[in-house]
T-cell receptor, first 112, second 114 residues
Framework: DTGVSQNPRHKITKRGQNVTFRCDPI?????LYWYRQTLGQGPEFLTY????????KSRLLSDRFSAERPKGSFSTLEIQRTEQGDSAMYLC??????????FGPGTRLTVT | DQQVKQNSPSLSVQEGRISILNCDYT??????FLWYKKYPAEGPTFLIS?????DKNEDGRFTVFLNKSAKHLSLHIVPSQPGDSAVYFC?????????????FGKGTLLTVNP
């Protein structure tokens, strides 16, 4: 299967700890997006990479969040000093030249 | 402000009948619209899309209709099957100017009863 993969699928952490999630996009896709979904809401855009360049960040992405996409392949999303409000599903999606984005299974973060 | 609205949180239909899911948008810059289906504990799966230059797109049992003047789109599923039971998200994009990022509605939970 060559779809988008995300690891870990679930993460439980204590408030104040740092966490890092990984996304492996579909190999020929040069665009990579991170979204966050909370209960009862649709996914909300966080950040966008075209190849290795981070071209857009949402105002939802506070200073505690950082994302990278070294060499334009996989991407990581790090949250420092986690807060309970960070509990959510973090979704990664990739695409090529077209509008359709293909999503991974997500990483569910629970901050206790 | 919610730029993409799905006003029905849930919809229940009988197997074999038509399911109609609705979506409204406020941003006139949106030029492409997509529907995603999501099962629990999985990521959204792309279902069907439509460009703003069209008013209808069909793919098997799924048809999306776009009414630009009303800023309204709908997804028709005919005939509905129990496996269609999922949350359906409407999404929109205003293209390269916004890096093709998607703006989603809150979703509609469709339940198809056998």
């Amino acid at each position: 299967d060559t779809g988008v993969s995300q690891n870990p699928r679930h993460k439980i952490t204590k408030r104040g700890q740092n966490v890092t999630f990984r996304c492996d996009p579909i190999s020929e896709h040069n665009r990579l997006y991170w979204y966050r979904q909370t209960l009862g809401q649709g996914p909300e855009f966080l950040t966008y990479f075209q190849n290795e360049a981070q071209l857009e960040k949402s105002r939802l992405l506070s200073d505690r969040f950082s994302a990278e996409r070294p060499k334009g392949s996989f991407s990581t999303l790090e949250i420092q000093r986690t807060e309970q409000g960070d509990s959510a599903m973090y979704l990664c999606a990739s695409s090529t030249l077209y509008y359709e984005q293909y999503f991974g299974p997500g990483t569910r973060l629970t901050v206790t | 402000d919610q730029q993409v609205k799905q006003n029905s949180p849930s919809l229940s239909v009988q197997e074999g009948r038509i399911s109609i899911l609705n979506c409204d948008y406020t941003n006139s810059m949106f030029d492409y619209f997509l529907w995603y289906k999501k099962y629990p504990a999985e990521g959204p799966t792309f279902l069907i899309s439509i460009s703003s230059i069209k008013d209808k797109n069909e793919d098997g049992r799924f048809t999306v209709f776009l009414n630009k003047s009303a800023k309204h789109l709908s997804l028709h599923i005919v005939p509905s099957q129990p496996g269609d039971s999922a949350v359906y998200f409407c999404a929109a994009s205003d293209g390269g100017g916004s890096n093709y990022k998607l703006t989603f509605g809150k979703g509609t939970l469709l339940t198809v009863n056998p």
